[in-house]
């Protein structure tokens, strides 16, 4: 069981953003950004091309449904999406609010912000996810 399968079955907590039946996406804890929000299947599946062609297609609507309540709650240019999948053996969509394409460099040191700003932060995007 991956940490992100942990995360969905409510073992470890997490910032929760959005959900439905098959997806989940919440904060990541080491954000490039203040926003930057993990999206991810609740079926553990390591290789996002490994999904079947209707979960990635309802995967990619999930996660535009989260970047539209992000770009809502955050300012920024555009909220972009990268897909790397190395450092966890669960499918993930990275989201991350952008004001240039720098803000996509996962070699870019990562924020460190406080508990109560990643809960309120994670709370208004599930508002705004919510209000869609």
Request: hydrophobic content about 45%.
């Amino acid at each position: 069981m991956t940490i992100f399968s942990k995360i969905v079955a409510g073992e470890i907590p997490s910032y929760k953003c959005a959900e439905n039946e098959q997806f989940y996406a919440f904060l990541d804890i080491n954000p490039l950004a203040k926003g930057h929000t993990l999206v991810i299947p609740k079926r553990e599946v390591d290789y996002i091309f490994d999904l079947e062609d209707d979960e990635i297609a309802a995967m990619q609507v999930f996660a535009k449904h989260v970047a539209k309540a992000i770009r809502q709650v955050l300012p920024c240019i555009k909220v972009g999406q990268a897909v790397l999948g190395l450092e966890v053996p669960h499918a993930h969509i990275h989201l991350v609010p952008m004001q240039s394409e720098k803000d996509l460099n996962f070699a870019n040191p990562k924020l460190s912000l406080p508990a109560e700003e990643m809960q309120q932060v994670a709370a208004d995007i599930l508002k705004a996810y919510e209000a869609l």
